[in-house]
Structure formats: C-alpha cells, structure tokens
C-alpha cells in the first residue's frame, strides 16, 4: 500500500461511496434445489476450494525433471544414432460446416462403400464434422445434399468442400525441411481449394481418379463424377494433367475450364467460364437471399431449410472482431493455432495472424 | 427450516451487500450483477450441500472466489439468464436509494446528476483496468477489507496482494489521467 499516493486520493473517495443496491430478495430455501446457470468447472472449484492437491504439483514438477533430462538423453541419443524422422503428421482444422457433413475413417468409407450404403447411413456414420474439429491424415470427409464444410490445413490452405462430395485428406505432413506436402483425394462432388500464401518447398495437389492438380498461389475448383475431372482456375495458375500421363500437363489459367475425360488423357482446356460458375460463387448470397421464402421456394431452389435455420442461428451468435486497422468483422473465432487466428463469417471462413485482432467484443445473445 | 437452511441463510444476509457491491461495481450492469450475484449462492449452496460450510470467513471469502470466477467466465462468453431470483425487482430511480432520508427536490436532482456521473466515470476507469487489478481495488477502498483476505480471495500472498494493489491504484490513476481527470 501507498499512502503517500496523493493522485489516487480522489479514486479513493469515489470507490469508497455506498453503491445503490436494488431490493434484493430474502433467502429462499428453494434456492437449495435449484440448478445455477453458470456452473462451476470441477477444476474451477477445486481451486476455489482449495483442493487442487498441493504434493501432485511437487510430483509434477519432480517428473517433469526427470523427464526432461531422460527426453534431453533420449534426444541426444536419436540425434548422434539414428537420422531424424522423415515427416511429422499435421492436421486440418473444420472452419465451417452445415448439417449433412460427417468424417470418416478409412475403414468407415470401405465398410459403408461394400454395404452400399445410403446418403442418410454415410451421414450416420463416423464423427459430426463441426466447427474446431480437428481432421487427422488418411480420413474422409462426406457431405450429402445441401452439406458443405470448410478446412483449414496447416499450410493456410482453406478447402470448401460443397454438396455430394468425398474427400480424404490423403498427405497432410511437414518434412524434416519445413516444407509442406498436402495431398487431396476427391473420390466425387466438388472441392474449392483456396491458396493463399503457399511458403516456398511447399506442394499442394487435389488428385481425383482421373487427374491431378498442383498448385501454389492460387484458388481452383477441381469436381468429379468418378470418372471425367474439371477444374475451374478462379485465380493463379494451375498445372492438370491425367493421372496416368505424367507428360501431358497443361497450365490452366484464371477463368479456365481443364477437362480430364480419363487418366491418360490430356486435358482440354475451356476458355471464358464465368458465366458458367458465377451461380457457384455466388451460392451463399444465393442462400441468404431466399432466406425467410418458404420451404416449398426453398426446395424448388434446391436449398436446404435447415442450413437456412443453422446459419440463422450461427449469425444471431457472431461476435464482433475489431481489427488493428479499424475494420470490424462480425463473425466467430472457431480455433486458434499458434499466431493463427480461424475466424468464420456468414461469408467465408479465413485466417488473421492474432497480431492483427484489436479485440473481440463478446455477442450479448 | 432445516439447521443447514438457517446457516445458509446466515451468510446470505451478512454476505449479499457486499458481493453484490463488488460484481455491480465489476459488471456495471444491474441484470448482470444480479444474475451472477445469484448464480454465485447457487454454486455456494450446491458444494456445501451435502457438507458443513466451514466458519463465517472462509465462506464469505469463497463467495468472493466464486463471484470472480463467474465474472470472468462471463467476460469470455456470453450469459444467458434462465432464473429470475430477484423477482419483481423495480430498476427505477425509487428502487436505488440506500436507505438514506431524500433531500429537496432540486438539490436530489443535482447530486442525483453529479453522482451518476461520477460513478459512470468510476466505472469506465475500472473497466479500463486488468481484473485482478479491479478485483484488488474494489475489494480494498470498497469494501474495506483487510489484505489478507484479499490475498485470499485473489489466492495469492500477502506480498503480492500488495504489490498488485500499488500497481492497481497506478493503472487507475494512469486512466485517470488519460481522460484529463487531474487530482482534486
């Protein structure tokens, strides 16, 4: 304490002025069984009660020692005896995702595929895919009619994967070298690949049954019916070619159109396809603006009342994020991965360094 | 009532005033001041239920360990309010004297405006200030209390209590002047 502090006197004074009270109830013994709207966690009220077990955390310590300096030895060890390991598993995060998504292991999509499974049983299957959750190398992702999901994979890649699609997510790994190798599998449906910053040594590639396409700096679109492949270049440049056909690679520009007709084909390259895709970007804002039509509108325009009713619900929850430079976005910070800051909008889904949040200001809902 | 009903309802008389002070004072927003006032003695009741509460200070100083939780929990996400415990409660001018006799009509009018005025002010600079900082203040210059018990309540030790209390008052001060408020 400070005495002596004479500029905080007039705070002194202020805080020591009564507070105006409202009338605040009696005690009720009702009260003894009713349920409180903001619980306390159990690890909250361990430490409020001062049970967090005080020899654990000496425990803690002394192992956390002795591991150190066995993982120092054992570090030691493996780096004088034996080479590094080649690559270390990464990764995807679900930025954005409506009903009808689910994730898959390898095992799920084999036993549903020999079941001849139906679009409601690959639904029912597997995990939900929600937003946060993480997606490990070698699982599938399944979207049904009107189903829809965002990720973001460890090297800034955002994928939108839209309705009646499935794709695993085949390499997702940085090497010894820092680099990173992501590699997509798209069994069917359509998949929206925005490539931001790829760093340099990385490599990102969709691959489909038929054809492949790699790409660094770019946003593209690659499609499939399991046999002829598309993919629309919205920005960049991408290099497609047939699976099978290592020397007929064709550069496709922005506002191109490559279709691979099988694996050792060539692509043709379609020139002027804007008007073809524009309905595609735009299909969100096409969502929205139906919003609140009713649901025989909503079928005739192929869209879903129930997505309508979980972004309705998703937008009332949006915080506002307040960025260094002013701008203000409404949306929702869904995960955070070291300086990287996942934040989905009604919009679009996309990544800030945390060093450009101001602050966010909380939803009141 | 039961012996357990009468002791909570011990604490809940010589605790509510108090508590209610520092989370309105925390909060500035009656609604939700009352809401986590009452979501405190709800999670109060529910641990010490089952089991003796202990002596009169360790339960108040829970109380206020419970209230901080709440109240930073709350800054994190948003609160939705399901239970009404302050039923019929009048948030007009009527309700919120403290108990003193009312003065002339023009004089209360004044100091009525220089009072909402300089809470208002009260509040924006302690809004400005880290929570434990607001915490230690509030708990000092409001509500008197020893700095032991605010260690306690901020779970520190007495020595950090009181260095975090010097660097609150700095903080607050520093706001101050930020706002061109100088010393009377």
Known sequence: MNPEYTEFEPIRRLLARPVAEPRLPDFNPAWLNQKPVQSLTVQAEAEIMDRAARPAVWLAAAAAVLLSVGGLYIGYRAYFSAPAPEVEVARAIVLHSSSFTA???????????????????????????????????????????????DLALSSGVVVRVTENSLLQLTELVKSTQRNRAERLYLERGRALSMVERLAPGDTYEVRTPTAIAGVRGTSFRVSTDGETSEVYVVRGLVSVRGLANEAGARDVEQNQLARVADAGAVPEVLPNQDEEFRDERDLDELARGVEGAGADRLEEMGVDERLLEARADRRRSYNRIVMKDGSMVRGEIVSQSGRRVFIETEERSFIVDASEVHEVLFSEQ | MSEIEQRFARIYEDTRKDLYSYIIRSMREEHTAQDILQDVYLNFFRIFQQKSPPDDRQCRMYLFRIARNLMINHSRRFYIRHVDLVEGYDTGPAASGSGEPAPGVEDSVVDRMEAEEQEKILGELLGELEEEHRTALILRFQLDMRLEDIARVLQCSVSTASRTLQKAQQAVVRAGERRGLKPA
């Open chain 1, 103 to 149: 994730v898959l292991s390898e095992a799920e999509v084999q036993r549903l595929r020999q079941a001849g499974a139906t679009p409601a049983e690959w639904g029912q299957a597997g995990r939900a895919l929600k937003p946060g959750v993480a997606v490990s190398r070698g699982e599938w992702i399944w979207t049904g009619a009107a189903g829809a999901a």
